[in-house]
C-alpha cells in the first residue's frame, strides 16, 4: 500500500542483504520513520515493544529473525536457541509459533553451511505468500460484503484495532476488502475504534488516509451506541488467534463490539490467514492472553502543542492496573471467518470445510 502515494510494505530486506528494514509502528502516527533490524535481538526487541505489530506481520519478523540468527550461528542449538527466544516475545498472536515452527521444519534437515541462505530465501517467501493471502482475502471479504450494500449503494464498516496493511506485509486481512471496495468505487466509510490503550485504531485512520479511503474515528465506547443506531452495515476485524471451534482471539474490546453487533443485527466477520488459524488449540479459553505493561494505561503518548512527541502521565505508577490485550469473541457471535480460500461459518466443520487438509488434529 502507499506512503505518501509510494507503494511499500511494512518489512523488506535491506539494500545491503544482511538486515531488515521495518517501518517502526510505535512512532505511528506522528511519524514515519523506518528501523533497520541487523540481529536475532533486534526482532525480538521489535515484536516485544510493538515496533512491528499485528498478526502475520509479527510472523514474518520472527522468520527474518532466524535467518538474522541462522546468518551468525548455523548449528541446531542456534536454531533451537533462536526459536526460544522469538517464541517469548508475544504469546497470543499463533502465527508467531506457525512462522518459527516453519523455519524449524524447512532448516533442521539442512547442512549447516546451508542453512543461512535458505532462511533468508524462506522468510522472503514467507512475506510474499502473506501478501498474496491478503490480497485474496480482500477479494472473498468483498464478495461477503457485496451483500451488505445497501440501497444508497454506500458501505458502512466498522473495524477495531489494526488490521490494515501495517499489521501485515501488504493488503492487511480486515482492510484488505476495504481497499478491494473502494478501489472497485464502492462507497465505503469506516468507523475506526481508537482502540485503548495503544490506540492501534490511530494507525488505522493513518493508513486508510494515505490510501484516500473516508473513516472516522471514534472512542471505544461510541461503538455500541453507532451500532444500536443503525447506519452500520458489518463489522469487520482481524483475528490473532482462531480455535479451531472458531472461537477467536483479537485485540481487547473486540468482545464488546461483536456483542453490540449481535443485539443489533450487524453482521460481524473476522478475517486472518491460515497462519491465524490454531488448530491445536480446542477452543477460546485454551488461548493465552498476554498481559501487557501497567504503563501502557497510566502513560498516554502523543504530540504537545508544538507537534513535538510527548508523553503525559494520567495514572501514578502507584496505582494498580490491568492490562490483558486480548479477548476472546466465541464463535456463535461470528458471522463468517474470511480466509484466503473464501468465507466459511466459524466452526470446526466450517474451518474444515476450508482447510480438509487439517482433519487429523481430531
Ligand atoms: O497488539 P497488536 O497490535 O499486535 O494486536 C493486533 C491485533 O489484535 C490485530 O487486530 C490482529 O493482529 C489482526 S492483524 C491482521
Redesign the pocket.
Same mark, same amino acid.
Request: hydrophobic residues 45%; charged residues 15%.
Given at each position: 500500500m502507499n506512503v505518501n502515494g509510494m507503494p511499500m510494505r511494512t518489512i523488506w530486506p535491506a539494500a545491503d542483504g544482511c538486515a531488515v528494514d521495518i517501518i517502526d509502528q510505535t512512532a505511528l502516527p506522528h511519524q514515519y520513520r523506518v528501523l533497520r533490524l541487523g540481529s536475532l535481538e533486534d526482532t525480538a526487541h521489535a515484536i516485544r515493544s510493538?515496533q512491528v505489530? &499485528?498478526?502475520?506481520l509479527?510472523g514474518v519478523t520472527a522468520a527474518y529473525g532466524v535467518a538474522l540468527a541462522m546468518a551468525q550461528r548455523a548449528d541446531d542449538a542456534a536454531l533451537l536457541a533462536a526459536a526460544e527466544t522469538l517464541a517469548a516475545t508475544r504469546p497470543t498472536?499463533v502465527n508467531l509459533r506457525w512462522a518459527l515452527a516453519r523455519m524449524h521444519t524447512f532448516l533442521a534437515p539442512l547442512p549447516l553451511s546451508a542453512r543461512a541462505d535458505a532462511a533468508w530465501l524462506e522468510a522472503a517467501r514467507i512475506a510474499d505468500e502473506d501478501v498474496e493471502q491478503c490480497r485474496l482475502i480482500g477479494q472473498h471479504g468483498l464478495q461477503r460484503l457485496r451483500s451488505s450494500i445497501g440501497t444508497s449503494g454506500r458501505l458502512e464498516l466498522m473495524t477495531h484495532?489494526?488490521?490494515g496493511w501495517l499489521?501485515?506485509v501488504d493488503h492487511?486481512?480486515?482492510l484488505a476488502p476495504v481497499y478491494a471496495a473502494f478501489d472497485e468505487g464502492i462507497d465505503v466509510h469506516v468507523w475506526v475504534s481508537e482502540t485503548r490503550p495503544?490506540n492501534?485504531g490511530l494507525l488505522t485512520a493513518w493508513e486508510l488516509a494515505q490510501h484516500g479511503v473516508p473513516h472516522t474515528v471514534i472512542a471505544d465506547n461510541a461503538a455500541g451506541l453507532l451500532l444500536a443506531r443503525g447506519g452500520i452495515d458489518a463489522v469487520i476485524? &482481524?483475528?490473532?488467534r482462531i480455535a479451531a471451534n472458531g472461537d477467536v482471539a483479537?485485540?481487547i474490546g473486540t468482545y464488546l463490539k461483536a456483542l453490540a453487533a449481535r443485539e443489533a443485527a450487524v453482521p460481524f466477520y473476522v478475517a486472518?490467514p491460515r497462519s491465524t488459524i490454531d488448530f491445536a488449540c480446542p477452543d477460546g479459553a485454551s488461548i493465552p492472553i498476554e498481559e501487557r505493561a501497567a504503563d501502557e494505561l497510566r502513560v498516554v503518548q502523543g504530540c504537545d502543542a508544538a507537534g513535538a512527541p510527548a508523553i503525559l502521565r494520567q495514572l501514578s505508577a502507584d496505582e494498580a492496573v490491568a492490562n490483558p490485550?486480548?479477548d476472546v469473541t466465541t464463535a456463535a457471535l461470528v458471522g463468517a471467518l474470511i480466509s484466503e480460500r473464501g468465507s466459511c461459518p466459524a466452526s470446526r466443520a466450517g474451518l474444515l470445510a476450508l482447510y480438509p487438509e487439517e482433519e487429523e488434529h481430531g
Open positions: 510493538m505489530r &499485528g498478526a502475520p509479527i498472536a484495532c489494526n488490521a499489521a501485515t492487511g486481512t480486515a495503544r492501534q476485524v &482481524g483475528a490473532d483479537n485485540k486472518a490485550a486480548f
